[in-house]
């Protein structure tokens, strides 16, 4: 699976952006998708996940209520909508996939196989 993460700018405090993850190669149909974030200097941090079933969604506590993941079965896309951002979401977002893994590992950027490029978000106060 290739990802091609796109997206990201430069927002002012409480604003959205929408970030989307585009897949190829192989469907994202039974994949589990996730975003993970990463400020220089500091580990990789879980954002979101979906299962593979894409029946269920985790959240970090840091974005929970303000960032939803949703697919694109059609457009083999994930998204990552983004609202009230804050200056602590600045960061390179990256999207990862991965056809086996477990939900109990869905938070560790480890058990993932497949990653995009990355994306910055920059949100100014």
């Known amino acids: 699976v290739q990802l091609q993460a796109s997206g990201g700018g430069v927002v002012q405090t409480g604003e959205s952006l929408r970030l989307s993850c585009a897949a190829s190669?192989?469907?994202?149909?039974?994949?589990?998708v996730g975003w993970f974030r990463q400020v220089p200097g500091k580990e990789r941090e879980f954002v979101a996940a979906s299962t593979r079933t894409g029946g269920g969604t985790l959240y970090s506590d840091s974005v929970k209520g303000r960032f939803t993941l949703s697919r694109d079965n059609a457009k083999n896309t994930v998204y990552l909508q983004m609202n009230s951002l804050k200056p602590e979401d600045t960061a390179v977002y990256y999207c990862?996939?991965?056809?086996?893994?477990?939900?109990?590992?869905?938070?560790?950027?480890?058990?993932?196989?497949?990653w995009g490029q990355g994306t910055l978000v920059t949100v100014s106060s």
């Open positions: 190669g192989r469907t994202l149909r039974g994949v589990a």
């Open positions: 990862a996939a991965d056809s086996s893994i477990i939900s109990s590992s869905l938070r560790n950027d480890y058990a993932w196989d497949y």
